[in-house]
């Protein structure tokens, strides 16, 4: 199964590979050496711990990497007045009148308990493409549903600036 990233998604994992092959495993493989040198490697923590910081770097570089090559990009950009990925969006549940805010964010970012949700979640595929006004269906299984109306929306351009909806 791909992945559904955008291209900033793709960057950012880019230049945390880039930051662990030309930092941290240079770093690591020093520590490593110096681990080693301590003599009797049958009771040496430092070279374990060593040995295993390098192994788990290496591990999330070759992660990073196979993300990076099976992604489906997906585009970042909607029209100004629509829900789209990486806007912020608050919504009232007509059940019971509560209101929350989420950011709809791709599956390597999604943090619920922070407020970033999925594109791929139910409420997020729901809101995606949906505009300030709308009262929208979020079918959570074929037993479960729940409706929720647009508030809010709030993006942010490429150059900073933010544009809210009401």
Excluded at 8 to 24: G, N, P, T, W
Excluded at 133 to 147: F, H, L
Aim: aromatic content about 6%; hydrophobic content about 35%.
């Amino acid at each position: 199964m791909f992945d559904k990233l955008t291209q900033s998604d793709l960057d950012k994992m880019q230049e945390e590979i880039d930051h662990r092959i030309q930092v941290v495993r240079p770093q690591a493989l020093e520590d490593l050496k110096e681990a080693k040198s301590h003599g009797d490697l049958s009771e040496n923590f430092e070279y374990y711990a060593a040995k295993r910081f390098k192994n788990q770097n290496e591990s999330r570089i070759r992660y990073l990497q196979r993300m990076i090559r099976t992604a489906e990009v997906i585009p970042e950009d909607s029209a100004s007045d629509e829900v789209g990925i990486n806007n912020t969006v608050e919504v009232e549940f007509l059940e019971d009148e509560t209101r929350e805010e989420y950011k709809i964010v791709t599956t390597v970012r999604a943090n619920s308990l922070n407020g970033l949700i999925t594109n791929e979640s139910p409420l997020g595929k729901a809101l995606l493409g949906k505009k300030v006004g709308d009262i929208v269906e979020v079918r959570v299984n074929d037993q479960v549903s729940y409706e929720v109306k647009i508030v809010r929306l709030e993006k942010t351009t490429g150059e900073g600036d933010t544009i809210r909806s009401f």
